[in-house]
């Protein structure tokens, strides 16, 4: 079945995948891959309880062996998705073999499939005239609002900012930007505020960013399509009137805008698959190749709730390095400073964090399995009407529980700082589409742009309906 699977890619894969020669660990890794070397994509299912602790070992140390864990396995029968430079890949194959665990590559070229996702010049004339229609038929034109900005595509971190500066230009009276805090590089991390009047102060807040992973370009989409939502439809909708004049909604597009315009910067995997903020450059002894220098903190693991247990790393070259300690990067600091802010602190009864793929919705916490809330009957409550929001929509499906239930533990994340030290009731983590039918991960089409938009407002509507309404009947505690 192995075989079969895949078929149709290049001899020199088949090769790797027929000869699996024995090779020491010394010589595998004599020297790191290069920066332009031909990266694929494998995806794994674990079938037994070994093959799902071979799987959880290489993901721990995937940073030794320069592997790209994009999704790891979550449990039996559960798939990972697993990047690797071509020269490790024989090393994959043989660590796979050794336990039969099933696996298929699904992305022979990975950036090749950079290349035709992301440049222009490489989609057909027939998808970019697809893209320009959705763009025409979601978004007013600039002629009629100055507030244009095409959702039908992806854009750089400038584009984005000037998008938020013209909806404040626009909509004055119900519509703010904010500078949480900046970025190691020097870049704003601007957000925008909405509310009627803009200025109130003292309303109860719902809080909703994205893009705190570099990579995840369709959460920064989402959380703009929610603003393009809120402004343009505040006297065309009567649940969103209602949103605007009860609540104050804050919304951060990209909680990493260094990691963002680093994935930007470049078509090679390593460039644009980029997951951690641009923090300073550690240097380290390797087992294999001496000295390597490596930067970058996730800034999902760098919060200060059980930070540094479980699910994180102490390693400067792993893709989960949780910091030198809590808080130690601007931009989990911004976000902390924000929430306990005298704006806000108090009054935040959501917080919605965006993130990509699995189509999860997540509520607290995270850190261990069979850990909840008090309050865990009423965040799954309302999580299950999100996700029968979202898949009313498209037919989209999302799982909903604890990211240590639904995934693997981990600690330090935003979400559970939020519930259990900012006091924040409803506070969910979205893992957005792509699903397991889906090879793409974060390479999603543009042409999915928007419909993932409008699914996930449907499903975070119902957070803010709850919200306003919990505030109506006057219980405002974040218990």
Known sequence: MRWSSISGISFLLFSLFTVCLAQTRE?????????????????VIPNNTEQLSLLNKLYLES???HLDFWKPATGLHQYADVMVPESRAKFLVNTLNSTGVFWRVTIPDVQRLIIERESPKQTSWFSRLGNNFMTRLFSRQKKETGAYYGFGDYHNYDEIMRYLDDVARIYPDIAKTFIAGTTNEGREMKGIKIGNPAEDTTKRVVWIDG????????SVHTALYFIKQLVENYNRDPQIKRFVE????????????????????????????????????????????????CGGTDLNRNFDYHWSE?????STCSEVYQGDY????????????????????????????????????????????????????????????????????????????????LMYPSSGGSDDWAKGKAG????????????????????LDPRLLIPVG??????VKVVIQEVLDRNRNGAVDGD
């Open 63 to 65: 940073h030794e062996f």
């Open 326 to 405: 809590a808080f130690s990067e601007p931009e989990s600091r911004a976000v902390r400073d924000m929430l306990m802010s005298n704006e806000l602190y108090g009054k935040t009864d959501a917080f919605v964090t965006m993130h990509t793929y699995a189509q999860m919705w997540m509520h607290p916490y995270g850190t261990r399995t069979g850990d909840y809330p008090n309050d865990v009957a009423e965040l799954r409550d309302v999580a299950r009407r999100g996700v029968n929001a979202l898949g009313s929509v498209y037919g989209t499906r999302f799982s909903y529980g604890t990211g240590a239930d």
């Open 424 to 443: 924040v009731k409803y506070t969910y983590l979205l893992e957005l589409r792509p699903s397991e039918s889906s090879w793409d991960g974060f390479l």
């Open 454 to 459: 409008v699914e996930t407002w449907e499903g």
């Open 211 to 218: 893009g705190m992973h570099a990579r995840e370009w369709a």
């Open 310 to 314: 479980t699910g994180s790393s102490a």
């Open 27 to 43: 010589e595998q890794f004599a020297n790191p891959p290069k920066d332009y070397e031909r990266h694929l994509v494998f995806r």
């Open 246 to 293: 009860e609540l104050n909604i804050y919304i951060l597009p990209c909680v990493n805008p260094d990691g963002y315009e680093y994935t930007r910067s470049d078509i090679t995997p390593k460039a644009r698959l980029w997951r951690k903020n641009r923090g300073r450059i550690n240097c380290k002894n390797s087992r294999w190749w001496g000295k390597i220098c």
